[in-house]
């Protein structure tokens, strides 16, 4: 139960993008068509996990034990550094055409505000997640799941948010509203819309 409360916390209550402006670069960049958006967002989820994980154990039996906490962002920045450049050599030669695609806005994961918030929010922010419990630090599991759910909102509201795009460029808009103002009006709409969701847990 209480993993299923922090999945949903994290996807649709508390989404990364409308609610707490994390990652905002490439959720406007990588939204002009949903083929981009599906890559940018499965990339995202396996890189932000990955980077929970790593950075989380790093914390936990390197950083903390050795009193050199005061170095979490420096060292969660070039494990996240190292991770993105796995992901581009591993997706080059698995999917070029997907590779191809992403372009300039794979190398973005490695700036993307939202991997580097969650990985140092997961050592160092309180939860409780069930009413009456105490405020503690996430434990190893918590903090993937956290993580996942983290990732799967993005995603979500990536693909959404081309899928609207696809339909408005369709749509013919007017001349002084094309491209980005019609864009952030939208992302506007969707972030009201996810405010519906406040309150489920």
Request: glycine share 8%; proline share 3%; net charge neutral.
């Amino acid at each position: 139960m209480k993993y299923l409360i922090i999945i949903l916390s994290t996807v649709l209550v508390n989404n990364v993008i409308f609610s707490q402006f994390l990652g905002i670069c490439p959720f406007l960049g990588t939204s002009k068509k949903t083929s981009t958006a599906l890559g940018m967002g499965a990339a995202v989820i396996f890189v932000l996990t990955l980077a929970t994980l790593v950075t989380w154990l790093t914390n936990e039996y390197i950083l903390q034990p050795l009193h050199i906490g005061f170095l979490q962002t420096i060292a969660f920045i070039l494990i996240i550094a190292a991770l993105v450049q796995m992901v581009e050599i591993i997706l080059k030669k698995i999917s070029p055409s997907l590779y191809t695609a992403l372009g300039v806005f794979l190398p973005l994961i490695t700036t993307n505000c939202a991997v580097l918030g969650v990985s140092l929010t997961v050592v160092t922010k309180e939860f409780a997640f069930v009413e009456g419990e105490a405020a503690r630090l996430l434990s190893l599991g918590e903090s993937v799941i956290y993580a996942v759910g983290i990732a799967i909102g993005f995603a979500l509201a990536l693909i959404i948010f081309a899928g609207v795009r696809e339909h408005i460029d369709l749509m013919e808009p007017p001349k002084g509203m094309k491209g980005t103002p019609i864009a952030l009006i939208t992302a506007g709409i969707l972030a009201l819309a996810f405010m519906g969701f406040t309150g489920i847990v």
